[in-house]
């Protein structure tokens, strides 16, 4: 009983040393803020179907860790809600619409330039992301017709995904941000950053492709915990 | 620091191509799309509308990526026959139209098809492929077409004042325009031996409403009769209703205000109907809630009073001629549906003028262009189910195939499940 006991509090001292190195070079945080995507496809025809952008929101972790003072590495892990619509707009059907609000768990991975050494700093964001669309939600007014009449039919529901629905996504990730360290641990940022699908979110055929890409701008706000001190220069 | 932005704005400048373009796709009957001077243009046109405006894809069993790498080429094949001068007939199209769309399951599909190099040696203007009607003769009850089939019921009602006791007998025919027929309609008020009485009625397509509607049409008494005679006459006078869909084939879904709405105290959902509200296969609109109001120019509760409803059905019972009886046994606690399955096309449809407001359902002309594609414009879904293709299953089969195609033993299960209802 006692080997195994003592390699396990050498393990426990080992980890304890390491994450106290490895956490010296990491800042943490939580963010929320609002996105606004680009559904990425066209009417195909359907003349009086319009597409357009819609305004969602995100929240997550974000956390980095710093290499240098000038570059870091930057990982995010939020819940986007990627939301378009949908409306109609021939006479008789003018007040049908759709709203999809698509969310999405995403990952992005980004290389972060700092620029800046007092409490203000620049920071610049590139890199790639993956992503899985966990939730289509459509609200909206549908219709239904007769010989006579047409009928509208309000709706507030999540759709069941299909074949077609191609969950994964990956893509692009760019943009700016600002921070501002308050004490010496912790700080706010805000930034913006540019989500490019690279995936198509709906699969097509092989005789009939339509690829539709997303595209999201996203500008949130962040609250972070910096494990090692600001020093000031 | 500059030299790096640089970079990373050329390297996202590279990724941003691998986004690829859309095919263009016509949606369904697109008119500006319309020309092709080719049998392989003119499939190809066809198939990219079925495929982006067909209402059935979520059901359907054909692969249209197969009917597509299968039939252009031999499409191909005829350009090429037709350029080394050699006729290409109707019959050698109709084979592959057959091929191609014979096994959709839109059961109201008809796919007619005129040469456009027409040979002289063919004989008729254009081919027709009816999916629905292929698999339907292929069932162990059928017996004959639609058309035959009314001949042969029209002969038997003008001989039912012979069987059964008859107190009154209507008949009238009138023209309906925007059904392009004149429907025929029969009333008969049946008198059971303890004096109770049944109204029956029985019209060769589903057409209420333009006759209700307008009390200057012909058949406007006998529709009015009937209807107050199932509301007006004394619950212990009547025995119970019946409505006689067999080779009903189908019209107008109004219809449903008289033969349901006249029977509720409240609106109720009837079924659900989408349309294609993108171009990709599964890409519908949501399901919307069909609903009728009770209706009160006529109204009875039959439920409260307990009053069976009988609806006879068969394998000629189409469209709405089925979509009655299905609606009816989903709302109504006292229909009761006897007959044969019928024929399954239940995808309501609305003219080929509505395609842009539906981006489904009929497109192109049989007169005026090479092609005319009859095919639904919505998909419906009774009690959670879409029917396409199975239609009205009876509570109590009766096949007329089982009495020679005798029409009689259908309506005696109606008569004597009404004498004994409780």
Redesign the interface.
Known sequence: MKRPTLLRLLVVALLCWTAAEVQAQWTVGLKGGITLTDPG??N?????ETYSSMIGVEGGLRASYEFTDVLSLRMDLSYMQRTHY?KRN?N??NNVF?IYTNSYLMLPIMAE?T?GEDQFQVH?Y?GGYGGYWMRAH?EGV????????I?F?S?D?N?EF???DQRWAIG?V?GIGVSFDFTEHMGVGLEALYY?D?S?Y?K??????????LSTLSINLSLYYRFFKYEQP | MRRNIIILAFVALIFSGCRKEADYHPYIGETDYLAYDSYATQFEYLWKCISTGYVFWDVEQTNWGDVYNTYMPKFADLDKKRLDYQDVTLKDLDTLYRGAFGGMIDHHMAVVIRNLFPSSTDTVAQLIVRPGQMEVEKRDYYIEPRAEEQNHLLAFLDGMEAEYDIEVHETATAPVVELSATVTYHYFLIKLADGRKIPYLWQSMAALTPVLRDPSSPAYELLDHWMKAITETPREQLAGIILDNRANSGGYQDDLDYLIGTFLNEKKEILKTRYKEGPGRLEYSVWASYCIDPLYKYHRDITAENIPYVILCDINSISMGEIEPMTIKAVLPTSYVIGERTFGGTGPLQPASSIDLNYGGPFGSSSTMMHYIYTSSFEAQINGKVNEGIGCIPDKTVLRKDYNGDFKPQLDAAIEYIRNYQ
């Open positions: 496809r066209t195909m025809g359907r003349v009086d949908m021939l008789y059907l759709t330039c620029l610049m590139f459509v549908t219709y239904w017709m007769t010989d006579y009449y009928n039919d709706f529901e759709r299909n074949v077609e692009l760019g490019y690279l198509t709906h097509g055929y092989t005789q009939l492709t339509d690829p539709r890409y």
